[in-house]
């Protein structure tokens, strides 16, 4: 276990130079301190937990202090912002501090977001509110927790500095996690302003950073772009499948590593909803639910269009239409599991198609409903989750035809069948009253319910005693909450 000065960096980004990143230093806020940490991300930088609580943390996550060996810096990007290129973009309120390595070699940038103004500011004003900052940090840590691949949060300083959105708020901010902090944006940069040679570099930089492996292929480009792909196919056969809508899948969002990144808007389903749209700005359903899955493939090829200089297009063409087969694939795997099965049919795609279709309008919580198919056998749970769909008759028809397919699919006991489904479908999950309700809280100045809102989702899996409060449906209040975009 390290003390806070004990972090070891090697600035690897840092390194390539002004034509990558500009020198900035943070910009301290008033009164930095700790709202919530994660133990789990501190543990990744080799870090002592009980560190969290001393003064020193919050001040160097709060922009007072600095590693010497920290080098701040400010990436520049671009990106497609709801299908238009917007041609210059970069960290206009956070900082990439540096980069650290742990005992095991891993390498993890630190980034802090709500740092102070930058050059690539623009109207902006650098700074972050504690609301967005801990719906960032919950988020980070429920996905990873749920299995679906994501940035990391380390922890989320507050402070008595004021911030102006629709209201005063307070700024606060948040230490992000990731293996990278590069993001599609940054190759569309490279490309549409013509610097070949930095062009490279970056390629270089990623393939022997992040994906060593591609280089012993024939053509290393092109397998790392595959690889790419198959990750963002993946992460989002993830979201789709435990209802998360990132809501601003523009490309400067979307990370390298196929990671979920950037947080806003973002929403778990409660009731199931394929056009539910998370981002009020999002006037045409861009980004809605279901969406997600050609926006995956639009991005992609947002990227293969900046890749060009490198790879052939056919050869593009190609790896993007190994897209929706990996995401096919990816999906139905975990919508099987979801729904007890251990095996493989034909038609099981039908089974999940037929069954989304009736919770559709019928006003099904769509984590309860998995959670309870498998609290009992399959014959007693359709019984009782009849009467939460509006198709009465649809519904029987889809329950004779799925306890008729887990009957073929082999003989397990209930105490099986339920130790397997719940290790898929989530007790818990960041709906948006709860987190609502922590920020309200913390907003008063009452940090605890961030804290234990974030314990619960770190197991989402496990049935917690005395927790019975955040496995409920929202209420009234909570269901169509208005998430301001402001951030
Ligand atoms: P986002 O929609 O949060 O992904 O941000 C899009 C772009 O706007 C990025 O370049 C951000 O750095 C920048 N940005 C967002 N909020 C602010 C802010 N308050 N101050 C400065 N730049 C910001
Ligand atoms: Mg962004």
Excluded at 31 to 54: G, I, Q, Y
Aim: glycine letters at 6%.
């Amino acid at each position: 276990m390290k003390a806070l000065d004990e972090l070891t960096f090697d600035n690897r980004f840092a390194r390539l130079g002004d034509a990558f990143s500009t020198h900035v230093l943070p910009e301290p806020l008033d009164e930095p301190r700790l709202v919530v940490a994660s133990k789990a991300a501190m543990t990744l930088l080799d870090l002592d937990p009980a560190v969290a609580e001393t003064p020193v943390f919050a001040e160097l996550f709060g922009g007072h202090k600095l590693w010497a060996e920290a080098e701040p810096r400010a990436m520049v990007y671009s990106g497609h912002q709801f299908g238009g290129y917007t041609p210059q973009l970069g960290d206009g309120r956070g900082l990439l501090l540096g980069e650290v390595y742990n005992d095991a070699g891993e390498h993890w940038d630190l980034h802090l977001k709500g740092a102070g103004m930058t050059p690539y500011s623009r109207m902006g004003d650098g700074r972050a509110v504690l609301r967005s900052s801990i719906r960032e940090f919950l988020a980070s840590e429920a996905l990873h927790a749920l299995g679906i691949p994501s940035s990391r949060a380390l922890c989320v300083i507050g402070s008595s500095t004021p911030v102006w959105r629709e209201k005063q708020e307070r700024g606060a901010m948040v230490l992000r996690l990731a293996h990278s902090h590069i993001r599609f944006g940054h190759f569309e940069y490279f490309y549409y302003t013509k610097k070949p040679e930095q062009q490279a570099e970056l390629a270089e930089h990623v393939l022997n950073l992040h994906y060593p492996e591609c280089r012993e292929q024939p053509e290393p480009y092109l397998a790392m772009f595959r690889e790419i792909v198959e990750r963002n196919a993946e992460m989002i056969a993830k979201w789709q499948a435990y209802g998360f809508c990132h809501g601003v899948m523009n490309t400067d969002n979307m990370s390298i590593l196929g990671i979920t990144f950037d947080f806003g808007p973002f929403a778990f389903l409660d009731d199931f909803d394929a056009h539910f749209i998370c981002n009020h700005s999002d006037h045409e359903g861009r980004y809605s639910f279901s969406n997600q899955v050609p926006i995956g493939q639009w991005n992609l090829s947002a990227l293969a269009q900046a890749l060009t200089p490198f790879i052939s297009v056919d050869a593009l063409k190609e790896a993007l239409g190994l897209y929706l087969p990996f995401y096919q694939a990816h999906y139905l795997d975990l919508m099987r599991r979801r729904l007890g099965l251990t095996s493989a049919e034909e038609d099981d795609q039908k089974l999940v198609e037929d069954l989304l279709k009736l919770m559709q309008n019928s006003g099904v919580d769509y984590t309860l409903f998995f959670r309870r198919l498998g609290d009992e056998s399959a014959a007693l749970a359709v019984t009782r989750l009849r009467d939460d769909f509006v198709d009465l008759a649809g519904f029987d028809t889809w329950a004779e035809r799925y306890k008729a397919r887990v009957a073929r699919d082999g003989d397990f006991t209930q105490e099986q069948r339920r130790e397997r489904m719940h290790a898929v479908n989530p007790l818990y999950i960041l709906r948006n009253y709860l987190a609502q309700n922590a920020i309200a809280a913390a907003e008063s100045g009452d940090y605890s319910e961030v804290r234990r809102l974030h314990e619960v989702l770190t197991r989402p899996f496990e049935e917690q005693a005395g927790m019975e409060q955040y496995a409920q449906r929202p209420p009234d209040w909570g269901k169509h909450l208005e998430i301001s975009c402001s951030s």
